[in-house]
């Protein structure tokens, strides 16, 4: 097979990279559920054509966090309080098949990768809500990616960027500590086993992170993307 041209690799990372900081954007939400996102000032923003900003915005469309209407105006998608239950149901299923694998067998190693990322979340948890939710966000991926499976790491990681995407479409009362702790028991009940316990486990925390949400839109009018996207345009 040929190899791609440069050109296209080239376009192919700045997409990657767009989608990246949007991601990030909208679950620490200074993106919020119904904010414009065209593409001419994604352009100007990140320093990139129409095209790519417009593949950006067809790939994040394809994961559920951008809704991209009929007039080509995309918007951040906004989720109803249905739609954010059946996201959690899929994703307890998900993050259960993920700990199945996983239990018993977290080396020492991953187990210290997992505790750092709780540290971090401690260290949060006097700060803004939308830190809360991406680094939670960022434990599960982790988690996820330990399986070292392809297909499980790709639907687990679009599910939780979908629910971090309900979380940000609703106020709600965010306990930083509980996430903490909850975390930190995930963490010692799949190194230890059994699998069923950590299960177990694993369902009933993210029943209590959907359990905390609440019905709460918040508005967006007279929000300016330039300024809203300024410091996700170098992202560490």
Known sequence: MP????????GTSKVSFICTALRRAIIERALLPGDRLPEDALGERFGVSRTIA???LAQLAAEGLVEQRRNRIAVV???SLE???DIFDIRIMLEKLVVRHLAGHLTQAQAHQLQQLVEEEHAARHGADGTAIRLATEFHVQLAEMTGKPALIRYVTEICYRAGLSLSAFSRPHSSDCAVSEHTALIDAIRTGPAEKAEALMEEHLEAVATRALINPQGSAGR????????????P
Do not use: G
């Open 83 to 85: 739609e954010a239950r």
């Open 77 to 79: 998608a906004l989720p």
């Open 3 to 10: 190899e791609k041209s440069p050109s296209l690799k080239a």
């Open 54 to 56: 417009r593949n950006a």
């Open 224 to 235: 300016d993307l330039m300024t809203i996207l300024a410091p996700y345009c170098t992202i």
